[in-house]
């Protein structure tokens, strides 16, 4: 068991580098997936199109390739930062196209008579989203956005493809060196089991807070 | 679509709506004006650097990773399908010894990511004397983390059928086996059929971290033909164009048949208000695009 704690401080800079990149990730796929959604359920057709267009660009193509493309490939035509914020912007662009679907299956998921109730008492398009239709609809997507930043938090793994020092990829330098893969690989899973647990247990609170009696 | 959102717009919505038109594709226009111009100044759009992608020897490279990606997808769907089956009747089975152990295996792989399971197979596994083919060394952890996707499918297809259907099954003198067998097995599967495309589209998506295990699948082909020929952003725009062109086919299917079902109108649709309400909804969330899934609400509203 010699030169465990040797390692201690590169398993948790790793620990740490994945939970900064879901947080960064998130916020920043939330923010895009706000204006995608709106963009997706505007009267303005090019904006529609290009929200969908969004979606299906991104969903259908893995974010390895996403994550290759932002770090090698656009260097070459002159867009090049550093490397960890390379990877929060791909996994945030990639995941916020998920993050835009459950946002939009919840607006569409209210009832009809909502808007209309809505129109009938005057309220215009800005009002009748705001006062009726997203306070309902945010409120049955707490779920299922915690699923989707799970996701999130199992995809910024792939952050190691490009060579970001996150969790995967410090239990890999760390075995290298010690040859120790059992225990290493199970911490490594238990510490991604935690984070998992931590967000669902956040949205199970935000969802029972918010619980609509219906 | 989302039309119930607005009233029918009268002249001055209408205007409002072609000035924003009209600016949105202005600003588009420049967008890809900005993007065309940053690839011309960094002498990417040259004929000498796009015209390889016409030869027909980088196709046929080419066309061998896809055909990896090919041989890994199918292999990994067969894989994971077969142990989300078991899965799936060891999460509703009676028995609590084989509840306990599905439930178990279910929980634990949805939260480990995947490139974890591929470092495992990589790194951990021939340290206890097994050392897979890089082949397998990809598949068998897409196997393992999509198993519990597929788990996941079943079950909720298994459990929307209505209690009739078992019920009925019992008061014909089926067993429990025959009446999954006849009855139940037969119609979920139907039901499932969308999302499990879905998830072969994932799958897909996931043999592309062959590129981690040197193993020649699209992705992989893609960064040694980069790095052979120095054309970078070229190659992987065609990769990532290849991958789209796949999973969106996929996803299309996916969707018409669907809506296909749908319309003929056999069964209430999987992800109705019901017990199975929750399970689905989770997988179409997180995977397929569910266009139809309001229309059928306003449907039914």
Do not use: H
């Not at chain 1, 090019?46 to 994550?67: H, K, S």
């Not at chain 1, 809505?118 to 049955?140: D, E, M, S």
């Not at chain 2, 952890?141 to 059928?161: D, H, K, N, T, Y």
């Amino acid at each position: 068991m010699t030169g465990w704690t040797d390692f201690v401080g590169e398993f948790a800079e790793g620990a740490l580098n994945t939970v900064l990149l879901t947080v960064f990730s998130a916020l920043g796929a939330i923010v895009v997936a706000v204006v995608i959604t709106a963009f997706r359920i505007c009267p303005v057709r090019p904006l529609r199109a290009f929200g969908t267009g969004y979606v299906e660009l991104f969903q259908n193509i893995p974010l390895a390739v996403w994550l290759v493309l932002f770090v090698f490939a656009l260097p070459v035509v002159g867009i090049q930062f550093a490397l960890f914020p390379t990877a929060v912007v791909a996994t945030a662009l990639y995941m916020a196209s998920y993050y835009a679907e459950t946002l939009r299956s919840g607006i569409n998921g209210i009832g009809t008579g909502q808007a209309e109730a809505a129109r009938a008492l005057g309220l215009g398009f800005g009002q009748t989203l705001r006062c009726v239709i997203l306070p309902q609809a945010l409120r049955t997507i707490v779920q299922p956005l915690g699923n989707v930043t799970i996701q999130l938090l199992m995809n910024t793994a792939l952050a190691a493809a490009v060579g970001v020092i996150e969790l995967t990829e410090a239990t890999n330098r760390v075995n290298l060196a010690l040859a120790e893969p059992l225990p290493l690989y199970v911490g490594a899973g238990v510490c991604y089991a935690a984070l998992a647990l931590i967000i669902s247990g956040v949205a199970g609170l935000v969802d029972r807070k918010l619980v609509l009696p219906r | 679509m989302t039309s119930v959102l607005f009233d029918v717009p009268g002249p001055r919505a209408r205007r409002r709506t072609r000035i924003a038109t009209v600016v949105a594709i202005v600003v588009g226009l420049v967008l890809v004006a900005l993007a065309v111009r940053q690839f011309a100044i960094n002498g990417e759009l040259t004929a000498e650097r796009w015209a390889p992608y016409g030869s027909w020897p980088m196709w046929r490279y080419l066309l061998g990773g896809l055909g990896g990606t090919a041989l890994a997808a199918v292999l990994a769907v067969v894989l994971a399908m077969a142990v989300g089956l078991l899965a799936a009747f060891g999460r509703i089975s009676r028995l609590f010894v084989c509840r306990a152990p599905s439930r178990a295996y279910v929980e634990v792989v949805r939260i480990i990511p995947l490139l974890l399971l591929i470092y495992f197979a990589m790194f951990a596994l021939p340290r206890y004397g097994l050392d897979l083919p890089l082949l397998w060394k990809l598949v068998l952890p897409i196997a393992v983390s999509r198993s519990a996707q597929f788990a996941e499918i079943f079950r909720s297809g298994f459990r929307s059928l209505e209690a009739g259907q078992g019920e009925a099954a019992a008061a014909l003198g089926m067993r429990p086996a025959q009446s999954m067998r006849y009855v139940i097995f037969p119609q979920a599967i139907r039901r499932v059929v969308p999302a499990l495309i879905s998830q072969t589209a994932g799958v897909v998506k996931d043999t592309s971290l062959g590129i981690v295990v040197s193993y020649a699948e699209l992705l992989q082909s893609g960064k040694v033909l980069a790095g052979y020929n120095r054309l970078l952003i070229q190659t992987y725009l065609v990769i990532a164009l290849l991958y789209f062109a796949i999973n969106y086919a996929l996803s299309r299917l996916a969707r018409a048949i669907d809506a296909r079902q749908r319309q003929a109108g056999r069964f209430e649709p999987v992800s109705s208000p019901s017990p199975a309400r929750r399970g689905l909804g989770r997988i179409r969330s997180a995977t397929a695009t569910s266009d139809d899934a309001p229309r059928r609400d306003r449907a039914r509203a």
